[in-house]
């Protein structure tokens, strides 16, 4: 009798062990796949701002009106697993020298907030602190209008 008792504790233990690391292992593939996602659709803006600004000399300043010009379909506005958050476009321009030369920097990004919503709010909360103490952007980024790079995207 004891046998069997014991034998069931040992077979609980067991699950309960295996369901507390498997929850942590979802979470991060779950992350993963969201980031995927999300990085897919940033590629598609991304080179729909590089089109348009050969086309117009400039880059686009809106989610918006990028889709409204015809350079990407309405449906990637929207930030994946956001409930309907549209991915923020910025656009700064700056004066080179004193003959008006101009230059113009972009950013497109979504926030942790966003694409991670549903998920464990610690989850969420953990990620955004990481971010913060290494000076990182809190989600997913390309371009920075305050500074040049290429529109390379943090993931990169």
Do not use: H
Request: glycine share 8%.
């Amino acid at each position: 009798m004891i046998t069997l008792i014991l034998g069931a504790l040992v077979v609980i233990l067991s699950a309960i062990v295996v369901l507390s690391v498997q929850g942590p292992i979802n979470t991060l593939n779950e992350i993963k796949e969201r980031e995927k996602a999300v990085i897919s659709k940033m590629n598609v803006i991304r080179n729909a701002e590089l089109r348009y600004r050969q086309v117009n000399g400039d880059y686009c300043g809106s989610i918006d009106s990028l889709a409204m010009a015809g350079f990407i379909e309405d449906s990637v506005k929207y930030i994946p697993f956001s409930n309907g958050v549209k991915f923020t476009i910025k656009k700064k321009t700056v004066e080179l020298n004193s003959k008006g030369d101009l230059n113009s920097f972009m950013e497109c990004y979504a926030l942790y907030d966003d694409y991670l919503r549903g998920l464990d709010e610690d989850v969420i909360s953990d990620a955004k602190q990481q971010a913060a103490k290494k000076g990182d952007f809190p989600g997913l980024r390309f371009g920075n209008i305050e500074q040049s790079g290429d529109n390379i995207g943090n993931w990169e």
